[in-house]
Protein backbone atom coordinates (compact mmCIF):
# COMPACT_ATOMS: atom_id res chain seq x y z
CA UNK A 1 0.00 0.00 0.00
CA UNK A 2 2.85 2.57 0.40
CA UNK A 3 4.28 2.07 -2.08
CA UNK A 4 1.02 2.65 -4.24
CA UNK A 5 0.88 6.18 -2.43
CA UNK A 6 4.16 6.61 -3.26
CA UNK A 7 3.60 6.03 -7.00
CA UNK A 8 0.31 8.02 -6.77
CA UNK A 9 2.26 11.10 -4.73
CA UNK A 10 4.78 10.47 -7.75
CA UNK A 11 2.69 10.62 -10.73
CA UNK A 12 0.69 14.01 -9.14
CA UNK A 13 3.72 16.02 -9.06
CA UNK A 14 5.02 14.45 -12.28
CA UNK A 15 1.67 15.79 -13.93
CA UNK A 16 1.51 19.10 -11.78
CA UNK A 17 5.02 19.87 -13.02
CA UNK A 18 3.83 19.97 -16.98
CA UNK A 19 0.75 21.45 -16.49
CA UNK A 20 0.74 25.53 -17.27
CA UNK A 21 0.36 28.14 -14.95
CA UNK A 22 -2.66 29.03 -16.86
CA UNK A 23 -4.25 25.58 -16.59
CA UNK A 24 -7.79 25.84 -16.27
CA UNK A 25 -10.99 23.52 -16.06
CA UNK A 26 -14.79 23.22 -15.07
CA UNK A 27 -16.48 20.64 -13.43
CA UNK A 28 -20.05 19.61 -13.26
CA UNK A 29 -20.91 17.80 -9.57
CA UNK A 30 -24.62 16.17 -8.98
CA UNK A 31 -25.23 16.68 -5.09
CA UNK A 32 -27.99 14.51 -3.22
CA UNK A 33 -28.76 15.53 0.50
CA UNK A 34 -30.56 12.28 2.42
CA UNK A 35 -33.59 13.92 4.29
CA UNK A 36 -34.39 12.30 7.44
CA UNK A 37 -37.54 14.31 9.11
CA UNK A 38 -39.00 13.67 12.75
CA UNK A 39 -42.19 15.88 13.05
CA UNK A 40 -42.42 14.60 17.44
CA UNK A 41 -45.59 14.54 18.63
CA UNK A 42 -47.07 17.63 16.23
CA UNK A 43 -50.21 16.60 14.76
CA UNK A 44 -49.35 17.35 11.70
CA UNK A 45 -51.66 15.64 8.55
CA UNK A 46 -49.93 12.90 6.60
CA UNK A 47 -50.35 14.78 3.21
CA UNK A 48 -48.46 17.88 4.99
CA UNK A 49 -46.23 15.76 6.00
CA UNK A 50 -45.60 14.00 2.51
CA UNK A 51 -45.47 17.64 0.92
CA UNK A 52 -42.80 18.93 3.37
CA UNK A 53 -40.72 15.93 2.69
CA UNK A 54 -40.59 16.15 -1.08
CA UNK A 55 -39.82 20.04 -0.85
CA UNK A 56 -36.81 19.27 1.07
CA UNK A 57 -36.23 16.63 -0.92
CA UNK A 58 -36.27 18.61 -4.17
CA UNK A 59 -34.73 21.47 -2.27
CA UNK A 60 -31.50 18.57 -1.80
CA UNK A 61 -30.86 17.31 -4.74
CA UNK A 62 -29.08 20.17 -6.92
CA UNK A 63 -26.33 20.85 -9.98
CA UNK A 64 -22.87 22.61 -9.08
CA UNK A 65 -20.53 23.77 -11.31
CA UNK A 66 -16.75 24.18 -10.38
CA UNK A 67 -14.04 26.42 -12.81
CA UNK A 68 -10.99 26.20 -11.61
CA UNK A 69 -7.07 26.44 -11.86
CA UNK A 70 -4.02 25.41 -9.93
CA UNK A 71 -4.95 28.33 -7.54
CA UNK A 72 -8.23 28.94 -7.62
CA UNK A 73 -11.74 27.70 -7.84
CA UNK A 74 -15.48 28.81 -7.58
CA UNK A 75 -17.99 26.84 -6.79
CA UNK A 76 -21.64 27.49 -7.70
CA UNK A 77 -25.04 25.92 -8.33
CA UNK A 78 -26.48 25.76 -11.14
CA UNK A 79 -30.21 26.93 -10.45
CA UNK A 80 -32.78 25.14 -12.70
CA UNK A 81 -36.08 27.26 -13.71
CA UNK A 82 -39.09 26.67 -10.86
CA UNK A 83 -42.05 25.25 -12.23
CA UNK A 84 -44.90 26.60 -12.84
CA UNK A 85 -47.01 27.64 -9.11
CA UNK A 86 -43.80 25.61 -7.85
CA UNK A 87 -43.97 28.42 -5.12
CA UNK A 88 -39.97 28.58 -4.66
CA UNK A 89 -40.08 30.45 -1.32
CA UNK A 90 -40.38 27.47 0.54
CA UNK A 91 -37.60 25.70 -1.41
CA UNK A 92 -35.22 28.48 -0.31
CA UNK A 93 -35.99 28.80 3.23
CA UNK A 94 -35.22 25.32 3.87
CA UNK A 95 -31.81 25.60 1.76
CA UNK A 96 -31.17 28.84 4.05
CA UNK A 97 -30.51 27.51 6.98
CA UNK A 98 -27.35 25.87 5.72
CA UNK A 99 -24.12 27.26 6.61
CA UNK A 100 -23.14 26.86 2.79
CA UNK A 101 -25.16 26.33 -0.20
CA UNK A 102 -23.79 29.75 -1.90
CA UNK A 103 -21.42 30.97 -4.19
CA UNK A 104 -18.39 29.21 -2.24
CA UNK A 105 -14.48 30.66 -3.97
CA UNK A 106 -11.62 29.26 -2.23
CA UNK A 107 -7.60 30.10 -2.45
CA UNK A 108 -5.70 27.39 -2.10
CA UNK A 109 -2.53 29.26 -1.98
CA UNK A 110 -4.05 32.20 0.55
CA UNK A 111 -5.76 29.35 2.63
CA UNK A 112 -9.09 31.58 2.75
CA UNK A 113 -12.66 31.54 1.38
CA UNK A 114 -15.28 33.60 0.25
CA UNK A 115 -18.78 32.15 0.58
CA UNK A 116 -21.51 34.57 -0.63
CA UNK A 117 -25.27 33.31 0.71
CA UNK A 118 -28.38 34.64 1.02
CA UNK A 119 -30.16 33.85 4.58
CA UNK A 120 -33.90 34.51 4.42
CA UNK A 121 -33.44 37.50 2.27
CA UNK A 122 -30.10 39.21 3.40
CA UNK A 123 -26.69 38.60 1.64
CA UNK A 124 -23.54 37.73 3.64
CA UNK A 125 -20.31 37.25 2.71
CA UNK A 126 -18.42 34.62 4.86
CA UNK A 127 -14.50 35.10 5.04
CA UNK A 128 -12.03 32.52 6.83
CA UNK A 129 -9.61 30.31 6.77
CA UNK A 130 -9.89 26.74 4.86
CA UNK A 131 -10.23 23.75 7.03
CA UNK A 132 -7.46 21.69 6.72
CA UNK A 133 -8.79 17.89 6.82
CA UNK A 134 -6.49 15.26 7.94
CA UNK A 135 -6.47 12.79 4.67
CA UNK A 136 -5.56 9.42 4.95
CA UNK A 137 -4.94 8.28 1.57
CA UNK A 138 -5.90 4.54 0.82
CA UNK A 139 -4.81 2.27 -1.98
CA UNK A 140 -8.75 1.85 -3.36
CA UNK A 141 -8.96 2.92 -6.78
CA UNK A 142 -12.57 2.96 -9.20
CA UNK A 143 -13.25 4.65 -12.34
CA UNK A 144 -15.33 7.85 -12.21
CA UNK A 145 -15.69 8.74 -15.72
CA UNK A 146 -13.18 8.38 -17.54
CA UNK A 147 -10.76 8.67 -14.82
CA UNK A 148 -9.41 6.24 -12.34
CA UNK A 149 -9.96 8.02 -8.64
CA UNK A 150 -8.44 6.81 -5.59
CA UNK A 151 -9.53 6.58 -1.88
CA UNK A 152 -9.09 8.94 0.86
CA UNK A 153 -10.75 9.10 4.44
CA UNK A 154 -10.76 11.97 6.92
CA UNK A 155 -12.91 13.17 10.06
CA UNK A 156 -14.29 16.39 10.04
CA UNK A 157 -16.53 18.25 12.47
CA UNK A 158 -19.99 19.24 11.02
CA UNK A 159 -22.55 21.75 12.15
CA UNK A 160 -26.24 21.20 10.90
CA UNK A 161 -29.95 22.75 11.22
CA UNK A 162 -31.79 20.70 14.06
CA UNK A 163 -35.01 20.14 11.82
CA UNK A 164 -36.60 18.35 14.50
CA UNK A 165 -36.48 21.82 16.92
CA UNK A 166 -38.60 23.56 14.15
CA UNK A 167 -41.31 20.97 14.06
CA UNK A 168 -41.53 19.74 18.00
CA UNK A 169 -44.09 20.99 19.92
CA UNK A 170 -43.51 22.82 23.41
CA UNK A 171 -41.97 20.58 25.59
CA UNK A 172 -41.91 21.43 29.78
CA UNK A 173 -41.04 20.22 32.79
CA UNK A 174 -42.79 20.00 36.18
CA UNK A 175 -40.78 21.53 38.39
CA UNK A 176 -41.88 21.73 42.22
CA UNK A 177 -44.60 24.32 42.60
CA UNK A 178 -42.73 26.44 40.04
CA UNK A 179 -45.19 25.92 37.24
CA UNK A 180 -43.17 24.80 33.79
CA UNK A 181 -39.56 25.07 32.41
CA UNK A 182 -39.53 24.79 28.52
CA UNK A 183 -36.59 22.20 28.19
CA UNK A 184 -34.19 23.68 25.89
CA UNK A 185 -33.87 22.88 22.43
CA UNK A 186 -30.30 22.97 20.53
CA UNK A 187 -30.86 25.11 17.04
CA UNK A 188 -27.91 23.52 15.66
CA UNK A 189 -26.42 19.53 15.51
CA UNK A 190 -22.06 19.26 15.56
CA UNK A 191 -20.34 15.94 15.30
CA UNK A 192 -17.93 14.51 14.29
CA UNK A 193 -18.72 12.23 11.00
CA UNK A 194 -16.11 10.30 8.47
CA UNK A 195 -15.75 12.30 5.00
CA UNK A 196 -14.74 9.48 1.98
CA UNK A 197 -13.47 11.34 -1.23
CA UNK A 198 -12.33 10.05 -4.68
CA UNK A 199 -9.63 11.89 -6.23
CA UNK A 200 -7.43 11.85 -9.73
CA UNK A 201 -3.81 12.12 -9.89
CA UNK A 202 -4.64 12.88 -13.27
CA UNK A 203 -5.31 16.34 -12.86
CA UNK A 204 -3.25 17.25 -10.57
CA UNK A 205 -4.66 19.92 -8.51
CA UNK A 206 -5.84 20.37 -4.47
CA UNK A 207 -9.23 21.53 -5.64
CA UNK A 208 -12.52 19.75 -5.28
CA UNK A 209 -16.76 20.72 -4.48
CA UNK A 210 -18.25 22.35 -1.72
CA UNK A 211 -15.50 22.76 0.89
CA UNK A 212 -13.31 19.56 0.62
CA UNK A 213 -9.45 20.47 -0.96
CA UNK A 214 -6.29 19.36 0.02
CA UNK A 215 -5.48 16.04 -2.03
CA UNK A 216 -2.94 14.91 -4.34
CA UNK A 217 -5.64 15.52 -7.38
CA UNK A 218 -9.06 16.78 -8.17
CA UNK A 219 -11.47 15.47 -5.94
CA UNK A 220 -14.37 13.80 -8.42
CA UNK A 221 -16.51 12.23 -5.72
CA UNK A 222 -17.04 12.82 -1.90
CA UNK A 223 -19.76 11.99 0.64
CA UNK A 224 -20.49 12.13 4.24
CA UNK A 225 -23.17 10.98 6.28
CA UNK A 226 -26.20 12.49 4.82
CA UNK A 227 -24.67 14.09 1.23
CA UNK A 228 -22.95 12.15 -2.14
CA UNK A 229 -21.38 14.29 -4.11
CA UNK A 230 -20.28 12.62 -8.07
CA UNK A 231 -18.30 14.38 -10.85
CA UNK A 232 -20.84 13.79 -14.18
CA UNK A 233 -18.49 15.85 -16.55
CA UNK A 234 -15.01 17.56 -16.99
CA UNK A 235 -13.65 19.98 -19.56
CA UNK A 236 -10.10 20.91 -19.53
CA UNK A 237 -9.06 24.08 -20.68
CA UNK A 238 -12.01 25.13 -22.83
CA UNK A 239 -10.93 27.36 -26.10
CA UNK A 240 -12.94 30.06 -23.93
CA UNK A 241 -10.53 31.73 -21.21
CA UNK A 242 -12.44 31.20 -17.48
CA UNK A 243 -12.26 33.73 -14.98
CA UNK A 244 -12.63 33.30 -11.68
CA UNK A 245 -13.85 36.23 -9.56
CA UNK A 246 -14.31 36.05 -5.79
CA UNK A 247 -17.64 37.50 -4.33
CA UNK A 248 -17.50 40.97 -3.04
CA UNK A 249 -21.72 41.39 -2.46
CA UNK A 250 -23.23 40.99 1.20
CA UNK A 251 -22.19 41.49 4.48
CA UNK A 252 -18.78 40.78 5.32
CA UNK A 253 -18.63 38.38 9.01
CA UNK A 254 -16.95 35.18 9.52
CA UNK A 255 -18.49 31.91 9.74
CA UNK A 256 -18.76 31.93 13.38
CA UNK A 257 -20.23 35.11 13.50
CA UNK A 258 -22.82 33.91 10.57
CA UNK A 259 -23.27 31.01 12.49
CA UNK A 260 -24.47 32.98 15.42
CA UNK A 261 -26.82 34.86 13.45
CA UNK A 262 -28.44 31.77 11.55
CA UNK A 263 -29.20 30.51 14.98
CA UNK A 264 -30.87 33.57 16.08
CA UNK A 265 -32.98 33.07 12.26
CA UNK A 266 -34.11 29.35 13.42
CA UNK A 267 -34.49 30.64 17.46
CA UNK A 268 -37.24 32.80 15.41
CA UNK A 269 -38.59 30.29 12.82
CA UNK A 270 -39.11 28.24 15.38
CA UNK A 271 -41.09 30.70 17.41
CA UNK A 272 -43.35 31.72 14.66
CA UNK A 273 -43.91 28.62 13.52
CA UNK A 274 -45.17 27.39 17.01
CA UNK A 275 -46.88 30.94 17.18
CA UNK A 276 -48.97 30.29 13.62
CA UNK A 277 -49.97 26.66 14.84
CA UNK A 278 -50.60 27.37 18.27
CA UNK A 279 -48.02 25.12 19.74
Same mark, same amino acid.
Given at each position: ?? %? ?25 ? /? %? ?9 ? $? ?16 ? @? ?7 ? @? ?91 ? @? ?18 ? /? ?18 ? /???? @? ?63 ? /??? $? ?5
Amino acid at each position: MK %SKMLTVLFMFFTMYSGFSQDFQGKATY /E %SKTQVNMDFGN $RQIPEDRKKEIMERMKKA @NEKTYELVF @NAKESLYEEDEKLEQPGGNSGRGRGFRAMGSAGGDLYKNIEDGRYLIKNELFGKIFLIEDDLEKLDWKLESDTKQIGKYTAYKAVAVKTVKRP @NMQALFRRRNTDRKDGEGTK /EKKVEEFIEKEVEIVAWYTP /EIPI @NQGPADYWGLPGLILAVSDDVTTIVCSKITLNPKEKIEIKAPKKGKKVTQAEYDEISREKMKEMR /ENF $RGGRGG
